[in-house]
C-alpha cells in the first residue's frame, strides 16, 4: 500500500509499505477513504531529527473495515468506521472514566508498528474499543455529500488542541452531525490526493491551508 512517512523536519514521503494484516485477534483492518493533516502533524514537520527509518504519519482517518480478528466484536467488514486519533481498549479504568487517552492498553498510530492514518489502510489495535462504526454505507449519498461529509468529525477531534478524549466524545456528537446540526467537516479548505500528501504538510505549514484533507 502508498503511505505518508516522515524522514525528518520537512522531508515527507510516500512510498509502498506492507500491506496491513491481523497480527492480534483484538486488530481490524481499515481501508482508509478519507484522512487528514493535524496541526499536530506540524511540530515533527519542524522539529523531527532526521532518521532513516522514518515515522508513518497521520492519525485522523475513516474507513472501510475490511478484516476483523477473532476477538473483535460489534464490527464486520464493510462497516464505515471513524479512528479516533489514539487507539484504546474502551475498557479498562481510565477508559471507563472517558480517559481513553490513557488507556492501559492504548498507543498512537505511527509507532510500535502500528500504522498511520495518511495512508491506503491502517492495522487498528483493540479495534471494537477504538473504532466508532458510523449508520451509514460507506457508499451511501449521505455519506459523500450529507451532512455527515467526507471525514466528519474530525474537527472535534482536532480543534480541541491535544490531548482530548475524542473517543468518548464522538457517540456523544454522532447524533449532532448526522442530523445535520454541525458540519464539521466545513474545517477542512483544500483536499489532496494521497501522492500530494508532502504538498499539504507544506500548505499547512505555510499557513496557506487551515486544514487539509487527504484522499487516498
Ligand atoms: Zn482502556
Same mark, same amino acid.
Given at each position: ?15 509502498? /509499505?506492507?500491506?496491513?494484516?491481523? &497480527? ?6 481499515? /481501508?482508509?477513504?478519507?484522512?487528514? &493533516? ?22 485522523? +482517518? ?22 479516533? +486519533? ?17 488507556? #492501559?492498553? !492504548?498507543? /498512537?498510530?505511527? +509507532? ?31 455519506? =459523500? ?9 474530525? /474537527?472535534?477531534?482536532?480543534?480541541? !488542541? ?9 457517540? =456523544? ?13 466545513? &474545517? ?26 487527504? #484522499?487516498?
Amino acid at each position: 500500500m502508498r503511505a505518508a512517512v516522515m524522514y525528518g523536519a520537512g522531508d515527507v514521503r510516500i512510498e509502498d /509499505r506492507p500491506d496491513p494484516k491481523i &497480527v492480534d485477534p483484538t486488530d481490524a483492518v481499515v /481501508r482508509t477513504l478519507a484522512a487528514c &493533516v493535524c496541526g499536530s502533524d506540524l511540530w515533527p514537520y519542524a522539529s523531527m531529527p532526521a532518521t532513516d527509518t522514518g515515522r508513518p504519519m497521520g492519525h485522523e +482517518f475513516l474507513g472501510v473495515v475490511e478484516e476483523t480478528g477473532a476477538d473483535v466484536t460489534g464490527l464486520t467488514a464493510g462497516d464505515l468506521v471513524v479512528a479516533p +486519533f489514539t487507539y484504546s481498549d474502551n475498557t479498562c479504568d481510565y477508559c471507563a472514566k472517558g480517559l481513553h487517552i490513557s488507556c #492501559r492498553n !492504548g498507543g /498512537r498510530y505511527g +509507532f510500535d508498528g502500528v500504522d498511520g492514518g495518511q495512508g491506503e489502510a491502517v492495522r487498528v489495535p483493540y479495534a471494537a474499543g477504538t473504532l466508532v462504526k458510523l449508520p451509514v454505507a460507506a457508499d451511501s449519498a449521505l455519506y =459523500e455529500q450529507g451532512p455527515i461529509g467526507p471525514a466528519a468529525f474530525m /474537527r472535534n477531534i482536532t480543534m480541541t !488542541g491535544g490531548a482530548s478524549p475524542a473517543r468518548a466524545y464522538i457517540p =456523544e456528537l454522532l447524533a449532532d452531525v448526522l442530523d445535520g446540526s454541525i458540519t464539521p467537516g466545513h &474545517v477542512f479548505d483544500k483536499t489532496f490526493t494521497l501522492d500530494r500528501t508532502p504538498d499539504a504538510y507544506r500548505a499547512m505549514a505555510d499557513r496557506q491551508v487551515l486544514k487539509a484533507l487527504i #484522499r487516498p
